[in-house]
Each structure stands twice: as C-alpha cells, then as structure tokens.
C-alpha cells in the first residue's frame, strides 16, 4: 500500500476501471465509448474508464464526469462484507479492494464504504494470521486481495527464518513446533469455512 | 542519552570507557535497523570504536596465533565489525530509498548545526542522487517530447512513513505520549520505564533520537 | 530482523562458566573478564561461554531457571494467565538454544528442560497470535506488550505493525469523505505527499 510515484502497485491501483456517467457532450471523445457509433461523447454516456482518468475528469470545475460505485462497494456487497467478510474471495472480487476502496471513498455519499473497508481489513487480519503460518500456501493465499497476499507472504518468511533458526545447531527446538502450528491451521482453517 | 551531549563528553579527555561506546553503537544500530526514517548519526562513536579495534588488532598481531586470548579478541572484534558495517549500511539503505527528502531536510539541518548525516554520507546522498537524475535522463526523458523532460524531483521523492507502526521499550518514565489517531480522539498514553509498547513511530521520533525509549 | 541478529544481541548477556585453565584478566571491549582460575566459577558474555565450551576449556553452568520445578511454575503460569507472564531472562530462548546446544552434558536433566522450554515457547506464540488478532479487531492502533522477548516480537514482524500501518492508512482515507479538489492535476501529487 505505498503511494508514491514510481509504485507499481499505485499504478496498478489507478488503472482499475470506475463506471462514471459523462455529464457533458464531450466533441471527439467517443472512443472512449466502445458502445457508442459517433465521434462525439454524449452527455448522460455511461462508460467504464480508468481510476487515473475518471479523478482528473471528476476533479475539473464544473467535473465532466459522476463517479459511480463498483459493484463490490455497493450495499450488496457491503452486506456480506459486514456479516462475515472472510467468506469472500478478494483474488477474484476485488484485487486492490482497500486501495482502490481508498480512492472510491469519496465518492460514496452515504459514507459507508469508509467504515466497510475498515472492517473488513480487521476480519480479515487472521486470514493472513493463518495463511502465514500455513503449509498449503497457495490454499491460504488464494482468497486473499493483492496486499492481503504481499502481507502473508512476507509474515510466512518471518515464520519460515523462525523455524530455520529454532531447527538450526545442535539444540533443534522445533519438532513439536511444527505439529502445534499444524494443528493450530487446521483449526484456523475449520474456522474459516 | 543524547548523541550530542556523549559527543561533548567524549570531546573531555576519555571520560567514556570502550564499553560504554560499544553499548551505545548497539543501541544505535538496533535504533537505526528499526526506525522508518534516518536517526542523527553517532559518528564520533563510530570513529572511536574503529580507533580501538585498530588498536586491539595490533596488540593481537604481538601474541602467537595459537594463543587463546589472541582468537577470543578476533571473536570479539569480529562482532563489533559487523554491528558497526550493519549501522552504516543500515543508513546507507535509508539514504538511497529517500535520498531527495533526506538532502531537502538535511540542508536546512546543517544550517542550524543540527546535522544528521556524516560528512561523507551528505556528499553519498547528493551523488545518489545526481546519479539517479543522469540515469532517469539517459534513460527516459531525453527521448521523450521536450514538454515532458524535466526531472520532477518533488514528485519522485519517497518519504519515510513516519505513520508506521514500532515496538518500542521505554528506558525511562514518559507521561502524556499523545497518539493522534484518525477521526477519533487523541488519546494519551504513559511508558512507564522497562514498559513495552507498540505505537505510531511519528509521536515518539524525538523520544527515540533523545534516547528516552529503546526500539526493539 | 533475522532471528541469527537477535541471537546475536542475546550472545552478549553474561553467564557462568567454569574453566578448566588458568589465565589472567581478559580486556575485552564489552568489559574484563577472569583471571581465570580451573574449576572456579566465573561469568562471561554467552558467546564467549559457548567459545570456550567449543574448545572444551570450560563447563557452563546452567543458569538458575534451567531448572525443571522454576520451568514448571513459569508454564503454569504462563497457561492460567491471560497476559504473558514475565520470563525468568529477556533471551530465554536464546539462551536455552546456545546452552543446551553447546553444553547439554553440562545441564541436569537437559533433554526434559529442552521440552518444557519448547512447551512455553509454544504457548506464548499462540497466546501471541490470539492477543494479534485481538489487537486487531478491537482497535488497531496501539498495544502494550510488556514482557514479551525480543525473539517474540520479532516473530511478529512484520506482519502486525504493517497490518497496523495498512489499517491507519485506510482509515485516515476513509475519513477523508467528500473533498473536492480544486486542481486538475491533483490526482497525480497525492503520490507525493506524506501522509497518505
């Protein structure tokens, strides 16, 4: 999650697409329609464009364009979100769901999108809890956002150079480690479903 | 536990033993591998203890190879050279990933003698960065329309999150640590000493340049 | 950091050994040491000990908690209570792993110490793992964590302070509800600046 220029994942962020309503006749600018037959961009055109390219539009006065939610922000999603958000596969709904959650934001006028990312990042925190300390990662780390991924992944090599050191010399501390940890994802996992 | 103030003491004629260097450059180090942002350098520190391993190194050089107290020195230095190569590379890194907000900072620091950068580490961070721009030139923006060529250094500068999270031991009492916190209230805390906390680094960045409280 | 780097600043802590030679004082940096007698006991700084014990020139003494009743109250303890209870040495296991790998013949009862040290481990970590989650859910912000082992925080990064950092940034984002910006080009400076 770091912002700065030259990030590729910032980059990746803003290229998601938004569906954003044109709200002026826009000459020359129908390509960015793929449905639309004319050169020009009617006002009232419903298009999805990239993140980068709707907050330019949205942010000119008067803004050129509405920026509407993604469906996975919408109260729909919202619900299940709030009622049990590790049920949700973040790989295939959402990728970049709390950065680009981040940006969309504002544009959720009812405020609830804020309080739903927040929420969700906080149940969803012992998924990476059980993910790093699993063996079957790719089992682990399939329902994960990007980030959720980058975070568990790195937690699991924390876990891993633990072992490394606890197996490591002549005082091997780690056999019944491992079975603990075992057991211990076995019940995280039986837990999640 | 101020850096300036064991400089001036160390300025006095030796009133610092070799341990008490060596447990401040532990400190040091472990402060500067874990802190987000670049700590005010111990150079005089540094300098000294490389002083004294020189020193240890020629009187080893006097006493036969099989001799135990020779291999127990070298053990003993060995351990002292890498804590005092990890500081400085530790720097060097943080140097590197936010070398323009470090340069920016640092010329207003020197100006009110505050510096926190050696002298040859301020000369690193302004060739880093000189480097950098020649490499992004060459590279991209002699080949792209001229509108588009300069070198934005404002926008290309990566902070040190200073909103990052540390653990933290307090060496002694601190009350009314204020942690503001988003939207909510600001809520103070106190680190009573040999307490252990994890908080925001940025409320307690000038406790952990003064020495107050222990990064771990 | 790499737990070899927290072995290491653990290495520094003093134990006692009992050399087999006799040798004057040693100056080290990090202190004197000795003289030296054969068969009286003396500290010296772990790594030291483990050294000499490599070279067969001394026995280490097994610390005063390596002792399997103290090891049995402490995981007790460590089993009733919710927090963590304060570890007889802030490297414990540190020094458990050098001592019993270096000078197991020297410790009584070495191979059940080993066990119950093991045991304790595991229970703190999970304790750890629980206390984590909780942290998470019920704020996220700050937590106090005395006598947790710098072995055991470590272990912990650095997935909780950045599940801390990701969460704070959300939530200052978040709380940034509707907030029009005046300039066209402001999308591409909030790249820039520091408190995102």
């Given at each position: ?158 876990e891993q150079a633990l072992l490394d050191w606890l197996h490591s010399g002549d005082c091997v501390l780690t056999t019944a480690n491992m079975v603990a940890n075992h057991r ?10 | ?201 940025k409320p307690v960045a000038d406790l952990v340049k003064s020495g107050k409280v222990q990064l771990i | 950091m790499d737990p070899y780097e927290i072995e290491f600043i653990g ?137 947790l082992t710098m072995m055991e925080i470590n272990s912990v990064k650095p997935l909780l302070p950045s599940a801390m950092d990701d969460l704070l940034r959300i939530q200052s ?24």
């Amino acid at each position: 999650m770091d912002n700065n220029y030259l990030s590729i994942s910032d980059i990746l962020v803003t290229n998601e697409k938004v569906p954003c309503k044109f709200l002026h006749d826009l000459p020359k600018m129908g390509f960015l329609d793929p449905s639309a037959a004319e050169d020009d961009l009617k006002a009232g055109s419903n298009v999805e464009i990239p993140l980068w390219l709707s907050e330019s539009l949205y942010s000119r006065r008067p803004p050129l364009v509405s920026v509407e939610l993604p469906k996975i922000y919408k109260d729909a999603y919202r619900e299940i979100l709030n009622a049990d958000a590790c049920t949700v596969d973040m790989h295939k709904l959402g990728q970049y769901f709390y950065e680009f959650g981040c940006y969309i934001s504002k544009h959720d006028i009812k405020g609830e999108v804020g309080s739903t990312l927040i929420n969700t990042f906080r149940q969803r925190f012992r998924m990476l809890l059980s993910a790093s300390v699993s063996r079957d990662s790719l089992i682990a780390l399939q329902p994960l956002s990007a980030s959720e991924r980058q975070r568990a992944s790195a937690a699991s090599k924390t876990e891993q150079a633990l072992l490394d050191w606890l197996h490591s010399g002549d005082c091997v501390l780690t056999t019944a480690n491992m079975v603990a940890n075992h057991r211990k994802r076995k019940r995280a996992e039986m837990e999640m479903v | 536990m101020d850096f300036n103030d064991q400089i001036e003491s160390s300025g006095d004629e030796e009133e610092i033993t070799a341990e008490a260097v060596l447990k401040t450059l532990y400190n040091a180090w472990q402060n500067e591998r874990l802190s987000p942002e670049i700590l005010p350098h111990c150079n005089e520190m540094v300098e000294c203890m490389l002083g004294q391993i020189q020193h240890m190194e020629r009187n080893i050089n006097k006493l036969p190879k099989t001799d135990l107290r020779a291999s127990i020195h070298k053990m003993e230095l060995s351990r002292i050279k890498y804590i005092i190569c990890n500081y400085l590379r530790a720097r060097l890194c943080k140097i590197e990933k936010h070398c323009i907000p470090i340069i920016n900072e640092e010329r207003q620091r020197i100006e009110s003698g505050t510096n926190y950068l050696t002298p040859s580490e301020y000369k690193y961070a302004q060739e880093y960065l000189l480097n950098m721009e020649g490499h992004f030139k060459s590279v991209v923006l002699d080949k792209v329309p001229g509108n588009m060529q300069t070198f934005e250094m404002n926008k290309m500068a990566i902070y040190p999150n200073l909103q990052s999270h540390v653990f933290l031991k307090a060496n002694e009492t601190v009350n009314g640590v204020v942690l503001d916190l988003p939207g909510e209230q600001d809520e103070e805390i106190d680190l009573e000493e040999g307490s252990q906390h994890i908080l925001l680094y940025k409320p307690v960045a000038d406790l952990v340049k003064s020495g107050k409280v222990q990064l771990i | 950091m790499d737990p070899y780097e927290i072995e290491f600043i653990g290495e520094n802590r003093l134990v006692s050994v009992i050399p087999n030679f006799t040798y004057d004082k040693i100056y080290l940096i990090c202190g004197e040491f000795g003289p030296f007698r054969a068969g009286l006991p003396m500290n010296v700084p772990l790594w030291l000990a483990v050294m000499l014990k490599q070279k067969q020139k001394c026995r280490i003494v097994p610390p005063d908690w390596m002792d399997i009743d103290a090891l049995e109250t402490i995981k007790e303890a460590e089993k009733t209570s919710r927090f963590f209870t304060k570890m007889p040495n802030e490297h414990y296991m540190v020094e458990a792993k050098l001592i019993l790998g270096a000078a197991a013949e020297d410790i009584p009862r070495a191979g059940e110490i080993k066990t119950i040290i093991k045991d304790i481990w595991d229970i703190r970590m999970s304790k750890l793992r629980t206390s984590m989650d909780t942290l998470m859910k019920s704020g996220g912000s700050y937590g106090r964590l005395d006598h947790l082992t710098m072995m055991e925080i470590n272990s912990v990064k650095p997935l909780l302070p950045s599940a801390m950092d990701d969460l704070l940034r959300i939530q200052s984002m978040a709380k940034k509800t509707i907030q029009p910006s005046l300039n066209t080009s402001s999308f591409s400076q909030s790249g820039s600046s520091q408190n995102i």
